[in-house]
């Protein structure tokens, strides 16, 4: 079993632990293999499969074995693409809003009293008592 394990050209995606043999680790596009950082018992042996990255994800194993026992510890690669970042500062100025349209101040009243009318007129119509014919 490791002991302990290091990506020296990636990040693992949650802290090491002996146990859990499933790991994901994020890298740069420029590197060619991981570069890993290794600890085990002093009767295990080590065997690192698959360590040639490509475009495509990539699944490399480390397999630790003794006389006894066995255990493979899996690591899924993705390749991060390095992308520049845009000053922001840029966006919000474009986002500024000027206007030289002048609006009277007499047109909000108008136009809530013209709703208020309204709604008079629909509450008229919706609630008009019915005459009874006898």
């Known amino acids: 079993m490791l002991k302990k394990l290091e990506i020296l050209n990636g990040e693992l995606s949650v802290k090491f632990e ?3 043999t499933r790991y994901t680790v994020k890298m740069t596009t420029n590197e060619e ?3 890993i950082n290794y600890e085990i018992e ?6 690192i499969f698959n360590n040639q990255i490509t475009k495509d994800n990539t699944e490399v194993v480390i397999t630790v074995y003794n ?3 066995m255990m ?3 690591l899924e690669v993705y390749q991060m693409e390095d992308k520049e970042v845009t000053n922001s500062e840029d966006y919000f100025k474009s986002l500024e809003i000027k ?3 002048y609006t009277p101040e007499y047109i909000a009243p108008l136009i809530a009293g ?3 009318v309204c709604i ?3 509450f008229a119509v919706l609630f008009k008592k019915k005459k009874k014919f006898q």
Do not use: G, Q, R
Not at 42 to 47: A, F, L
């Open 42 to 47: 002093e009767d295990d042996s080590i065997s």
């Open 33 to 35: 293999e991981l570069k």
């Open 67 to 69: 006389d006894e026992e």
């Open 120 to 122: 008079l007129f629909l």
């Open 18 to 20: 002996p146990l859990n």
């Open 114 to 116: 013209v709703c208020f």
């Open 72 to 74: 493979s510890y899996y």
């Open 99 to 101: 206007s030289d349209a």
